[in-house]
C-alpha cells in the first residue's frame, strides 16, 4: 500500500496556491479484501481486481474508471477517494491528486450525495479551476441555478482534454439558459450553409454505402461528394498543405481519418458533413430548418455530445476555425488521445462551449443564426444505416 493511503499530513506546495496546504485523507469504505458486493456486482471490474489486485494506485484508479463507466457512480466514488489517498499529492505525479478527487466528488454528486465540505476544501487547494467546476455542477445540479453555476464555472474546460465529461457538462448547462431568440436570425446570403453534402468512406465502399451515396446524389438540390482516402489526402495537400496531409496520413483509424477530413473540408466548401452510413431520410424536415437561412446547424446527442456525423455550416467559419485549432493542437500534443477527444465530437464541444462561454462573459447574445438541436430534431432527419460490416466489425467510415 502506498504510504499515502494513510494520510499526508506534511505541508505542500501545490500548483494554483502560494499557500503551504495540509492534505488528510478521503473516509473510504474498505481499502482491501474487496468482493463482488464492492464492485455492485460488476464482473469487469471484479475480474480486473482478482488479476491485478488493488494496491497500487494504477490499479485502484483503473477499478474506479471500470465502475464509472457502468454508472455505478457511488462505488466509483469510492475507489477515487482510495487513490486519492494513495497519491503523494505531488504535482507531477500522473493521475494528478485534482483530478482523482475532482472524479470522486462528481460520482458522488451523481450518486445524489452532497460532497463533503471538507473534500471541497482539499479540491480547492490543489486546484482553484477544478473546485470551480465541481461546485458550479453541484450548484446546478442542487440549487437549480445553471446562471450561477456557469458563473462559478466560467471556462474551466479549458485544463482539460477536449470532449471530458466537463466539455459535456458545461455544454448541458449553459444551453439550459441560452435565450430562444424571439425570430430566427437569417445569416447573410454568403454565411449560409451552402446545399452541399460531403462524405467520406477510405477505400472500396461495399454496395451498401455506394447505395446510400447515390441515394442522396438523387436527393433534389444537393450537390454531393464522396471522398476517398486518396482523394481526401490530395484535396488537403492541394487547400491546407503537406502538413495537413501528413496528419490525415498517420490516423490511427479511418474514423480519426474522417474527423479530421470533416472539419477542413466544410470549413474550406461550406455545406453538409454526413457519414456515409447514416442517411437523411426527411429532407422535408431538413429544409424546414434551412429555410431560416441558418449560418450553421449543429446536433447534441441526449447526453450532450456534439454530433459530428452530421452537421452543417458555411465556409470560413469561427467555430470550424477552432474545431482546427484543436484538431492541431491534439494532433501534436496528444497524439494517442482517445479518438472521439482527440478529433471527434469533443472539438466540437470544446468551440461551442467557448463561443457559449464568451457570450456569458461579456454579455453579448450568443449568435442566433447558430443554430443547435436536440436529439428527437436529429432522428426526425438522420436514420443509422444497418449495414452488414458493422456487424462483422471490418469496416471503412466514418
Excluded at 127 to 134: E, F, G, P
Amino acid at each position: 500500500m502506498h504510504p499515502g493511503a494513510k494520510g499526508n499530513k506534511d505541508p505542500i506546495m501545490v500548483a494554483e496556491t502560494s499557500e503551504p496546504v495540509t492534505f488528510l485523507t478521503v473516509p473510504v469504505e474498505k481499502t482491501s479484501d474487496f468482493t463482488l458486493d464492492d464492485f455492485a456486482g460488476n464482473h469487469q471490474a471484479m475480474d480486473y481486481y482478482h488479476k491485478h489486485g488493488a494496491a497500487t494506485l494504477e490499479h485502484v484508479f483503473t477499478l474506479a474508471n471500470i465502475l464509472h463507466m457502468h454508472k455505478l457512480v457511488r462505488e466509483a466514488a469510492m475507489f477515487y477517494g482510495l487513490a486519492y489517498n494513495m497519491h503523494s499529492k505531488q504535482p507531477g505525479h500522473y493521475p494528478l491528486a485534482s483530478a482523482l478527487l475532482q472524479a470522486r466528488l462528481l460520482c458522488l454528486l451523481k450518486a445524489g450525495l452532497e460532497p463533503p465540505a471538507e473534500e471541497l476544501k482539499q479540491l480547492r487547494a490543489l486546484s482553484k479551476t477544478t473546485y470551480d467546476y465541481i461546485s458550479g455542477i453541484q450548484i446546478a445540479w442542487r440549487e437549480h441555478n445553471a446562471v450561477k453555476a456557469l458563473k462559478r464555472m466560467d471556462n474551466c474546460f479549458e485544463i482539460f482534454h477536449t470532449g471530458e465529461e466537463v466539455d459535456v457538462l458545461y455544454l448541458e448547462t449553459a444551453l439550459s439558459v441560452l435565450p430562444e431568440p424571439k425570430q430566427p436570425a437569417v445569416a447573410p446570403e454568403d454565411r449560409r450553409i451552402p446545399p452541399k453534402i460531403h462524405m467520406y468512406w477510405d477505400k472500396n465502399p461495399p454496395l451498401e454505402v455506394q447505395d446510400n451515396y447515390e441515394y442522396h446524389c438523387d436527393l433534389e438540390g444537393f450537390e454531393v461528394q464522396l471522398f476517398d482516402r486518396e482523394e481526401g489526402a490530395e484535396w488537403l495537400y492541394e487547400y491546407y498543405g503537406k502538413e495537413a496531409q501528413d496528419l490525415f496520413l498517420k490516423a490511427r483509424h479511418p474514423a480519426e481519418a474522417a474527423d479530421f477530413l470533416r472539419v477542413h473540408v466544410i470549413q474550406e466548401l461550406g455545406g453538409w458533413w454526413l457519414d456515409a452510413d447514416i442517411r437523411i431520410t426527411s429532407p422535408e424536415t431538413l429544409e424546414q430548418y434551412t429555410a431560416r437561412h441558418p449560418s450553421h446547424m449543429f446536433f447534441v446527442t441526449d447526453n450532450y455530445y456534439v454530433h459530428n456525423d452530421f452537421f452543417g455550416s458555411h465556409h470560413n467559419s469561427p467555430i470550424l476555425a477552432d474545431c482546427l485549432l484543436s484538431l492541431y493542437r491534439n494532433s501534436y500534443l496528444h497524439e494517442g488521445l482517445y479518438i472521439a477527444y482527440k478529433t471527434g465530437p469533443g472539438v466540437f464541444n470544446r468551440a461551442l462551449n467557448r463561443r457559449l462561454h464568451n457570450a456569458f462573459r461579456t454579455g453579448r447574445p450568443f449568435d442566433p443564426s447558430v443554430l443547435v438541436l436536440r436529439a428527437p430534431e436529429f432522428n426526425s432527419i438522420i436514420q443509422d444505416m444497418d449495414m452488414d460490416y458493422k456487424k462483422g466489425g471490418n469496416w471503412h467510415a466514418a
